[in-house]
């Protein structure tokens, strides 16, 4: 199974920005649909952002639309470069990986990362 590590989580304040990393321990195959979730404390986790592999397609949470951006790096990492950066963006960021594009269910997401911890102060 794959595996999956975030990286380039942080503090930063309000306005500010953040590039998220996610690397895979292989090669990401074409029919991969790549994505962005996150988890704030005592609530559930919720879909941030989406990738399709193969033609760069993307979808977004209303909440993230216009600020954050998805796309891949090379053939085994995604990124998510945050802009404009909001205190209730603070979370913490997990990618996965699935097979349906436009879901937004954490059950439809397979190979989690660990996480990256984004704490955006006020």
């Known amino acids: 199974q794959m595996q999956l590590l975030e990286s380039g989580g942080g503090l930063v304040e309000a306005g500010g920005s953040l590039r998220l990393s996610c690397a895979a321990s292989?090669?990401?195959?074409?029919?991969?649909?790549m994505g962005w979730f996150r988890q704030a404390p005592g609530k559930e986790r919720e879909f941030v952002a989406g990738?399709?592999?193969?033609?760069?397609?993307t979808y977004y949470a209303d909440a993230v639309k216009g600020r954050f951006t998805i796309s891949k790096d090379d053939y085994k990492t995604v990124t998510l470069q945050m802009n404009s950066l909001k205190p209730e963006d603070t979370a913490l960021y997990f990618c996965?990986?699935?097979?349906?594009?436009?879901?937004?269910?954490?059950?439809?997401?397979?190979?989690w990362g660990p996480g990256t911890q984004v704490t955006v102060s006020s």
């Open positions: 990738l399709r592999w193969s033609r760069g397609n």
């Open positions: 292989g090669r990401i195959y074409s029919s991969a649909v």
């Open positions: 996965a990986r699935s097979s349906q594009y436009g879901t937004t269910r954490p059950a439809d997401f397979d190979s």
